[in-house]
């Protein structure tokens, strides 16, 4: 099977700061609609905001089911604000953040469809597990 037909999948993606700004990472997981696991993704920031780590997270694993030849996503995160930003009913002030939610609207244009759901944390465990790890690890010195 072709990879630049594949169908539909699953994205949860988290990013978090330890101190805000702080040491922060991100993370996320792609699931095919199988349930299995085609990628669990995560990066070491460096020193960055909660908000810019949301979104920081959310590139970096729309990048990689682009890559993979998913055209169609269902994409969960737990930050309201980043959800509210996306959808317009939000306006990105922080200057920081206007590239950001730019890549973010040039990379789901990418799709033939996405959706961009707000879930609970307790709906977001895998990656906001995946992000702790990494700043566990960093805090740890490995």
Not at 63 to 86: M, T
Not at 104 to 109: E, H, I, P, Q
């Amino acid at each position: 099977m072709s990879t630049t037909h594949r169908r539909h999948c699953a994205i949860y993606t988290d990013g978090g700061a330890r101190g805000n700004p702080g040491p922060a990472a991100a993370g996320g997981v792609i699931i095919a609609d199988d349930g299995s696991t085609v990628a669990e993704i995560s990066e070491y920031l460096g020193i960055t905001t909660n908000n810019v780590a949301e979104y920081r997270a959310l590139i970096l694993v729309l990048e990689r089911a682009i890559g993979a030849g998913f055209r169609e996503a269902d994409i969960c995160i737990d930050s309201e604000l980043i959800v509210k930003q996306l959808s317009g009913e939000y306006r990105v002030k922080d200057e920081k953040m206007i590239p950001l939610h730019q890549r973010v609207k040039n990379l789901l244009s990418q799709f033939q469809a996405a959706t961009i759901n707000h879930v609970g944390r307790d709906q977001n465990k895998r990656a906001d597990k995946l992000v702790n790890a990494v700043l566990d690890a960093r805090a740890a010195g490995a």
